[in-house]
């Protein structure tokens, strides 16, 4: 037995060169053939996070809750169109945290998320919010500076790294659908002042200061949402 492997991407491709060589009945049958067999796959990648759910749920020893059948439906939708292995991993977790009776994270808004999101992004994601941990424990250590003048200069520091934020290492489509979805928040360009222009009238007395002031578009970062914080909770096992 013979069995041909078709590639989801080409799958147009193939379709218009069947639709030359079948006549139109057969051409129908063969499209609810491909329809059986993407049913059969989302089927499949549904069945995979719900299984990786039960093995954590029974490892973690967690008490069930039902999950509401508004985030339950799209929650396993959006699921069954997930083919990566890692972000497979991803809806499992959600499912656990979720079903979670201690938790309360159950929300339709955190399935379309995941939903709306590559590996790479997530992954972003999660490299962000180590850099916002390390800078808030950076923050709280001032406090334990005994040195007056070290103490300020850190102070400095550290208020200009939070208006600098973090860079992402994402195209810049990537990073505008993070934006969209609300999981990060872009901060405003920065505005530098070069020089004060002091003008004096005819008497020499002050008559206006002029500042000399630059914008720079592309050097400032990005934050984690509070939205972004809850949607990684959701998506991971601590």
């Known amino acids: 037995m013979v069995t041909v492997k ?4 080409k ?6 060169f069947l639709d030359k060589i079948t006549s139109s009945n057969t051409g129908q049958q063969i499209d609810l053939l491909f329809a059986d067999k993407l049913k059969f796959q989302r089927e499949i990648n549904a069945a995979k996070a719900t299984l ?5 749920s029974e490892q973690l020893g967690i008490t069930i809750k039902p999950i509401p059948t508004k985030i339950l439906v799209p929650l396993l939708e959006n699921a069954s169109l997930e083919d990566e292995d890692e972000l497979q991993d991803k809806w499992a977790n959600m499912i656990v945290n979720m079903a979670d009776s201690e938790k309360n994270l159950q929300n ?13 992004e997530y992954n972003e994601l999660k490299v962000l919010c180590k ?3 390390a800078f808030g424990e950076r923050e709280n250590n001032i406090a334990q500076i005994q040195d007056k003048r070290e103490k300020r200069i850190e102070t400095n520091r550290v208020k200009i790294a939070k208006l600098d934020g973090h860079q992402l290492s994402l195209q810049e ?3 505008a659908n993070l934006v ?10 920065r505005f530098y002042i070069e020089e004060f222009e002091i003008e004096t009238n005819d008497d020499g007395n002050f008559n206006s200061m002029q500042p000399d002031i630059e914008m720079d578009i592309d050097d400032y970062g990005f934050k984690l949402s509070e939205l ?3 949607f990684l909770e959701l998506c991971e096992i601590q």
């Not at 799958?11 to 218009?16: F, H, P």
């Not at 969209?180 to 360009?189: A, E, H, I, S, T």
């Open 52 to 56: 990786k759910a039960q093995k954590l």
């Open 180 to 189: 969209r979805l609300g999981l990060v928040r872009q901060l405003p360009p």
């Open 173 to 175: 489509f990537e990073k």
């Open 6 to 9: 078709i590639e989801l991407p």
């Open 11 to 16: 799958l147009e491709i193939v379709q218009k």
């Open 228 to 230: 972004g914080e809850r």
């Open 131 to 133: 850099k916002e941990i």
């Open 108 to 120: 339709q808004i955190f399935p379309y998320l995941l939903g709306q999101i590559s590996l790479q």
